[in-house]
């Protein structure tokens, strides 16, 4: 299996010509986006990249064409995003495409989301919704996103992590990067010396549920790339389709099983919860740490 990269000249090392490959994507419905969406896929935070027209490589490792596309989105990020999508594996999403498939024709299929992510023109197909059976009974919805999906989500999610993963409570455990869930038992074995109360918090549907007007209020706030808040945007507004065909419109939520969504989860329960926990029990500031074993799930304790 070849890598996807570039060559000497900044070429994508595929071997195959992608000049005809369009870079647009329709949205999902079909209808034709606005000028100010147009406009914003058009420009990132410091502007184009570069309106060089050169494939000579740069001292940053990408060419002049790359940095001619509106947003600055590397290759390399994108191939070390299937990287991790591919370790993690995961079921097919709505084109029923799995990883084997999607590698059939690996190069072509990187090469596109790169295309359309540094573009602006990356809409996220409609996520697949699937129920599973909970351990204490009742259901779960989960959403599978598609292989490419997963790949484009991976890519955002690796730069806004670097970024918001520091300010995160030191006791918080859930779905962060070098931290797994035998730590977290590290931590209450510790915990039971030194507290003699356990406030156990379990907020019902919060996937489900997320507020995505404050959510992006979050993203804003720390995202330093305008196509980060442009695509987690798209991918919080991205339908969701059942089994059976029927497709909903989603208003508020994000899907379980995406790969963004336990990173925007932890990012907003920072703000709404944990930070506001310090505030509120002022006096428990000093003393007092929570252990977030998944995203939704909160355990402070109470000192002795």
Request: aromatic residues 10%; hydrophobic residues 35%.
């Amino acid at each position: 299996m070849g890598t996807f990269g570039v060559d000497a000249n900044g070429e994508v090392t595929s071997g195959m010509n992608h000049e005809g490959e369009s870079t647009k994507a329709a949205p999902r419905d079909g209808t034709p986006r606005s000028s100010e969406e147009v406009g914003e896929s058009r420009r990132s935070k410091g502007g184009v990249c570069s309106e060089a027209t050169s494939v000579r490589p740069t001292s940053n490792g990408r060419s002049r064409k790359d940095e001619a596309k509106p947003f600055c989105i590397s290759r390399w990020e994108v191939w070390e995003a299937y990287l991790k999508v591919k370790s993690n594996q995961g079921a097919a999403g709505l084109d029923a495409q799995t990883i084997e498939e999607f590698e059939r024709d690996l190069k072509k299929n990187l090469y596109r989301i790169w295309n359309r992510m540094s573009s602006g023109s990356y809409f996220p197909p409609p996520v697949l919704t699937v129920k599973i059976p909970k351990a204490n009974g009742g259901e779960r919805t989960l959403g599978i996103p598609t292989v490419s999906d997963r790949v484009a989500q991976m890519v955002v999610k690796n730069r806004l992590e670097a970024v918001v993963d520091p300010l995160f409570l030191p006791a918080s455990y859930g779905y962060r990067p070098k931290k797994s869930a035998l730590d977290a038992v590290g931590q209450a074995r510790q915990m039971c010396w030194d507290y003699d109360w356990v406030c156990d918090l379990d907020i019902k549907g919060f996937f489900d549920n997320l507020d995505h007007d404050l959510m992006m209020r979050a993203v804003k706030k720390h995202a330093k790339d305008r196509w980060i808040e442009l695509y987690i945007e798209r991918w919080l507004k991205a339908p969701a389709q059942d089994e059976e065909g029927h497709l909903r419109k989603r208003e508020r939520g994000t899907p379980q099983g995406g790969v963004i969504s336990p990173l925007l989860a932890n990012l907003f329960l920072h703000y709404a919860f944990d930070l506001w926990m310090r505030r509120s029990w002022f006096h428990l500031r000093t003393t007092s740490s929570s252990i977030a074993e998944q995203s939704g799930k909160r355990t402070w304790c109470v000192p002795r």
